[in-house]
């Protein structure tokens, strides 16, 4: 028998989180037809491009030799240049963002690790964040390792509400707390898991209200924009980022996980000046550096046009999925009354909304009866709000189009129907 | 002007540390030969090994998606199996560690993820870490911004003393602060920065020790064996991990980014049973998982022979360059009184000292003149302890024969030679 064995508050507050609850639910229900996973589509990974541009980089050894070296904390700066014209590109702006300082620019590993180096530089047990209702479940994880107060904000079809936001600042500051919140969260194009994003109206509005309520010390917004190029219909909006004209207001996380490769794992952010040292420090402390072959990787598929190719081919193979899942939804949800979803613009996501009284949980009869009869998982739609928020709505879905073929999204979808009517007793 | 932006208590103390200082010193002392760089030698990166083994993993197209998928926060257990055979021949074990469950390895970007991991799932502020005097400076780096009390334990030339630990952790008991010991830190092959390693009479003493004091709370022992294969003299030395038969004690580091490649930024780590779920949550909130191309790209090199046989190549480099800086040390510091250094049997440094009144610091005399006038830089070695210990010593160095070549370690000892004789007025 061995004495025990004490963990630090750090890890206990990062025990028992939605993410590991779901990667245990997907290993028991292995014979299910996935709509859980947000893993990306395998059929659009770039095997090709991938092993062109290691043998182009590797083909001259001493040019190989560096690229297997260390780099240095947040990427080499040669890199970065390179990132920071695919984010000009991005954001159309027209002198390639030569004003940024390569020095705002972090490359991390995914854009995963950028939102946890933020949060350990920014929170103290008990200071606010921000977050829409519902957001990124995995970020509720993040923030209460680091013992954050997470306060949600009513978002609507055009994202998160400026005026709630407004409101719940306002409801902070009259009971004295205004100085402890730290950051906004908001993932601002095709929510994971809502597939809503912000409107270019509300974008500046979002910024604007950030920075008024920075009074005694500033309040910091973190852009998510993990799935910005998953775009399907109509035009790409700027960035909230793009707002900031003095650049001390927003945190933009980027990544190549969906539109390239999750097992490249590249992700960067751009970020205020201030901000610069304190990330970098956690970060030296994490890794000194992510992985110096794969920002090599990435850089040269930028440069040479594949990596603006293939986001193409990926963008029509999502969007036929998307179009599979939506039309596959009208024809199965069609006679169940009190259903809607929303019909994402991109993503990987619909968002699907069951009458209030129908339960979605891991513990729910409907989630029993989809995994065990049915053979049909999805995600709990109350895992994407924090778990301590009495208001949490139980009965939503998120549903991924991400992983399945449109065959499997379509027999998916005929499944979770047969589960929801079985439950409601329809049919 | 812009409201202040407030840190967190983490952020804060992660600043301004060693390794922040030796960058900058680096960066404004480019024009110098550095006996600094904890680089490893160049000329050995394996470009076209890891060009070989990309090419065969991504031949297949079905089999290269799979790669470049997202693995699982601890690495694909296949992978982790692949690991574990290569650690059961480092440890000459007979059946393979087949009795070793998969569960307890974990991969990460390179051991430092693993060390940095280990120390905030173990340290709330005020929680004390032994570690032997010198010590790996980026770990107390990781420990300060963890809130940790360090604790420097005494070594000599056969590493960490065992009397001493025995006798620090009978004073913390008599001052009722052993409950606050979390972890014993060794770096037991080669240490960087003494290139000193663990004596095997030592290796199960420092466990017992451990093991006797862990009374109210379990103290754990993290092995940090970076080195460990880097060997230039003798018999690999088992490890302290192989003495835990419960292994409930140690933690084992290990990284390929010595003896294969910084750059694709592979290492793994051996854990307690009891300590894998707050490892892993931690691990999940960073980045779920390390960047899985790399993974495969070490396992492919472990099975097909290629790293082994890499291995050999760096370990001839490396030797050839020990001898070269000893014999220049032995040539250059011949006729200066006082001086003495490690006779490393591996790793990549050499570890001097000087007599007493000489100060090595940033700014001591010898640092300015070394740097400003014979233009040559060294690590000092007061980085190597604890910044607020009293009694550390203040006149050591450590110098690296990792990255010059042998003409570069000659000139650079015989430049360092030339500047310390100018500060002790000889010749």
Chains 1, 2 share one sequence.
Not at 98 to 107: C, F, G, I, R
Not at 212 to 223: A, G, M
Request: glycine residues 8%; charged residues 20%; hydrophobic residues 40%.
């Amino acid at each position: 028998m061995h004495p025990v064995l004490r963990l630090s508050e750090h890890a206990q507050r990062s025990a028992d989180q939605a993410i590991g609850f779901l990667m245990q639910q997907a290993v028991e229900n292995a014979d299910c037809i996935s709509l859980a996973a947000g893993l990306v589509d395998e059929q659009s990974l770039p095997v090709e491009a991938a092993r062109e541009a290691v043998a182009e980089l590797l083909s001259d050894v001493a040019a190989g030799r560096k690229i297997l070296q260390y780099g240095i904390t947040p990427g080499p700066e040669p890199l970065r240049r390179v990132f920071r014209s695919y984010l000009a590109d991005l954001e159309q702006h027209p002198d390639g963002l030569k004003d940024l300082p390569l020095s705002q620019l972090m490359l991390t590993t995914g854009s995963q690790q950028l939102l946890s180096l933020v949060s350990q530089a920014l929170f103290n047990p008990g200071d606010i964040c921000l977050v829409a209702a519902p957001t990124y479940f995995v970020f509720i994880g993040v923030l209460q390792a680091a013992g954050a107060r997470i306060i949600p904000v009513h978002a609507d079809d055009n994202g998160m509400c400026p005026e709630a936001l407004e409101k719940t600042l306002q409801q902070l500051e009259t009971e004295g707390q205004l100085h402890r919140v730290r950051l906004v969260y908001v993932v601002s194009y095709f929510e994971n898991p809502s597939g809503i994003s912000v409107s270019v109206e509300r974008r500046p509005k979002l910024l604007e209200i950030t920075q008024r309520y920075s009074r005694s010390n500033r309040i910091l917004l973190l852009e998510d924009a993990a799935y910005r190029e998953l775009i399907y219909d109509g035009e790409p909006a700027p960035s909230i980022w793009s707002f900031d004209k003095t650049r001390e207001t927003v945190i933009l996380a980027q990544t190549f996980s969906k539109s390239f490769s999750p097992g490249i794992r590249v992700g960067f952010g751009v970020l205020p000046q201030q901000l610069v040292k304190a990330v970098s420090d956690l970060k030296g402390n994490e890794d000194f550096g992510s992985a110096h072959l794969n920002q090599h990787i990435v850089a040269r598929v930028l440069k040479n046009g594949v990596y603006a190719r293939h986001v193409e081919t990926v963008r029509n193979s999502y969007r036929q999925k998307r179009d599979a899942m939506l039309a596959a939804a009208e024809r199965e949800f069609a006679d169940v009354p009190g259903v809607s979803w929303v019909r994402a613009s991109g993503g990987m996501y619909v968002w699907m909304k069951l009458p209030d009284h129908v339960e979605t949980g891991f513990s729910s009869e409907l989630f029993r009866r989809a995994t065990q009869v049915d053979k049909v998982m999805y995600v709990p739609g109350e895992l994407a709000y924090p778990m301590d928020w009495p208001q949490r709505p139980r009965c939503e879905m998120r549903l991924s189009f991400g992983v399945q073929s449109v065959e499997g999204i379509e027999e998916g979808i005929r499944r979770l129907a047969r589960a929801v009517k079985a439950v409601m007793g329809i049919g």
